[in-house]
Structures are given as structure tokens and as C-alpha cells.
């Protein structure tokens, strides 16, 4: 059975990402793991300076160095064991009774690759330990956005649970597959839904989206709203959720329409930058 993986650090979102992490593992009742990654770019294992060192260096230099790498790492690695604590003590007080640690070394996004297969939804802050001062998304998180096909949470450094969510849709075969796994999923069951298409104001985008509504309430949504809007995607989807007061963006990370050219370009951060609510990203 597939978990929940939160990634867990040192940052200002390490909260948050408790937060939302608690809370999509019970709505869908899987085990919530906390995962800490020692980051090899961050933290080495081992220092090689020799080909620094010139001739008449004396030999306890290398010694010191391999003291103080050694030294470095179980410092980054106790550290992470005390996050780790604080976290399992914070989902504990949202109600998940029993929630697993894991500590890994080695590259963080080579290593949530590694736990694809066991996971069903990966919970990450939009902003990391190396980015908590900087407006700007943390520097892994576009590699894992690209690099990981598993459904990728990511939240800002405050987290509430959703009364109401925006499904971002276009009627592709994407945003299809996604509205059919929105709608049985037991994550958004009793979460009034807005379906938003953003395009030209025609029957035809009318009929799609009176169809998603019908199939999401089919499944047993209630108070769906379907909504067609005219302009420029990013500023169209952040503008309604500021309307509407929504607490969650829930969009297809593939597909062939404009939503799609949005999603894999350079609006991407920019999105993930100005967004005051998480965005669920579905990559499968």
C-alpha cells in the first residue's frame, strides 16, 4: 500500500508541511511517513582535498579535515533526528496516532525517486532550509517537479485544511483523468469543488464544464461550482482564488492545451511564488 511521505527539514514550512501531511494522510487513511534527507550536495560524506593540498602539507591536515567531515555529519545527522522528533510530536497532535521516520543520505531528489513506488502523495514546502529569508521557491523543488510522476503537494509556510478548492480544468485527456480520480478520492469528499476553465467564452467549453460538474456531483460532490473565465491563465487562476477565498489549487501536470504550456514553462514558479494556498500537482 502506498504512503504518505512528507519531506521534513529545518525550514520555516517544516510546520506547515506537518500540517497538510496529517491531514491528506487521514483523509485518505494511509501511513504518514516523515522523511529527512541528508543531502550529499549539502552535507559530503568525505571532503577530498588532497589534490588541494601542495607539497610540504603535512599529513594531520588530511587527518583534520576527515575529523571535521566526520564531526559535520553527525552534527547534520543529529540534527535531523531532532526534527524528525519534533515532527512525529506535531502530526501526533493532529490526530495521527502512529506515523514513521525515515532518515536518508544521499541526493534528495535522486532519493524521493528512489520512493516513488511507495508513494501516493509526496507533501513538500514550497520553500526550504537554504531559501527561508528568499522570496523564491526552494532550489529542489522545480528538479522535483519535473523529475517525480508521483502527486506532489507542495505548500506554502502557513497550512490550513481546505474548505473550499479550485480543480483547474481544460478538457483534455489529462485534466479528464485527473477529474476522475478527484472525484472518488476520499481527499476532497465533503470540500466543495470549483471547476475553473480558462479559455474562450463558448457553448462548446460551456458543455465541458457542465459535463465535469455533473460527473463530480455523480460521485457524490455537493456544492460544485463551474466557472468559465476569459484571459491570461496564471493571473486568471490566482485572481479567482483570491475571489472565491479558496484554500487549495488542484491542477494536471501534463497535457496539450494552454494549461499544459503553463504548467511546464517558466509560469510555473512563478505561480508556485505568488500562491497564498498550496497546489496539489497531478502527475498521474
Known sequence: MKNVFACIDGSKAAEAVCDAAAWVSQRVDRQLVLLHVLDK????????????????TREHLLDELAEL???????????GKEQLKVAVERVKSQGVETPETRQRHGHFVETLADLQEETRIL??????EEHDNVDEIGGNLESVIRSLSCRIL???PNFKPPEKVLLAYDASETAKKVLYIISRSPLFKGVPIHLLMVGEKSDKNQQQLEE??????????EGVVAALKSGEVESTLLSYVKEQELGMVIMGAYGHSRIRQFL???TTTNLLRQSPVPILLMRQ
Do not use: C, F, W
Open 41 to 56: 550536495s549539502i552535507y559530503p560524506t568525505k571532503t577530498d582535498m588532497s589534490g588541494n593540498l601542495k607539497l610540504g
Open 69 to 79: 567531515d566526520a564531526k559535520r555529519s553527525k552534527l547534520a545527522l543529529e540534527a
Open 123 to 128: 507533501v513538500i514546502g514550497r520553500q526550504g
Open 154 to 156: 507542495i505548500t506554502p
Open 212 to 221: 465535469a460538474k455533473k460527473q463530480l456531483e455523480g460521485e457524490g460532490h
Open 264 to 266: 511546464v514553462g517558466s
